[in-house]
């Protein structure tokens, strides 16, 4: 199957936002659309998208959120109800200049989150979301992980390559991340007001040794959404299943999609 890649950059409160497709020319198939975690960019989901296309026979879309890549950058840091924001605010404004009436998303880490409210808060168009690495609420061992990535990008070299992806902004992104997420107040964050809210069908992808969260994510997710849901734990993964066994996520999303109405 062969694909068409184009690049654009849409209006959004605050801003642009940089977008990019991944065409297969079967437009009567619902297109996914990605989230990234919190420290990634379009360019950071690497071949994954034109995989997952060719996969699935769907066109893919992804976005740099406000802030990272190649989007327009931020001043203010984001706020603690920033998850919220993304699927009441940002991405709503995204989908309506992309003309997506009906979608599924498949977000990961942070991005699983905004996917699984914008489900909350969308019900008529998102069809279903693939939820990666999600969490659900705040772990200790989510703490630990951000803390030790914290120290690690104190060397010019690591943090260097953070600039690679979002360039001037990448200050702002990693003190983004770390700065609500290592905040006291984040402390009682978690998505059940959206989870009960979810009536389409979920698929929750998680690594069995991510370090950045227990199965117990996918376990709230997949109990506490309305519609069915199910969990696939993969085994000998870490936080970033699509890259270290994206022949299995593949699969599982190929699986789960071919089994929607």
């Known amino acids: 199957m062969s694909l068409t890649v184009h690049d654009a950059a849409v209006e959004v409160p605050g801003g642009q936002v940089f977008v990019r ?3 297969t020319g079967q437009p009567q198939k619902a297109p996914l659309v990605l989230l990234h975690d919190s420290l990634g960019s379009v360019e950071l989901w690497r071949e994954f998208p034109a995989a997952l296309a060719q996969a699935t026979g769907r066109t ?7 802030g990272f890549g190649r989007s327009s950058p931020r001043t203010e840091p984001p706020s603690l109800g920033f998850i919220l924001e993304e699927a009441q605010v940002y991405f709503p404004a995204v989908a309506a200049q992309l003309e997506l009436d009906q979608y599924i998303l498949f977000g990961h880490s942070v991005g699983g ?48 390559r953070l600039t690679r992806w979002h360039s001037e902004k990448a200050r702002w992104v990693l003190e983004a991340w770390t700065g609500v997420w290592l905040s006291p107040a984040f402390r009682g964050w978690t998505l059940e007001p959206c989870l009960s809210r979810v009536r ?38 870490g936080h970033v299943p699509h890259r270290e066994r994206e022949p299995i996520v593949l699969g599982l999303v190929r699986d789960f999609l071919r089994a929607l109405p």
């Open 200 to 237: 389409c069908p979920v698929l929750a992808i998680h690594g069995d040794a991510d370090e950045y969260g227990s199965v117990a994510f996918p376990q709230r997710i997949v109990a506490g959404v309305s519609g069915p849901a199910r969990l696939e734990l993969v085994q000998g993964c």
């Open 60 to 66: 893919v879309w992804a976005y740099d959120r406000l």
């Open 21 to 23: 497709q991944w065409a």
């Open 113 to 160: 989150a905004m996917a699984l409210c914008i489900a909350a808060h969308q019900p008529a168009r998102c069809r279903a979301v693939i939820a990666e690495s999600a969490q659900a609420f705040v772990e200790e061992r989510t703490l630990e992980g951000i803390r030790a990535a914290q120290q690690g990008f104190q060397d010019p070299a690591q943090f260097a």
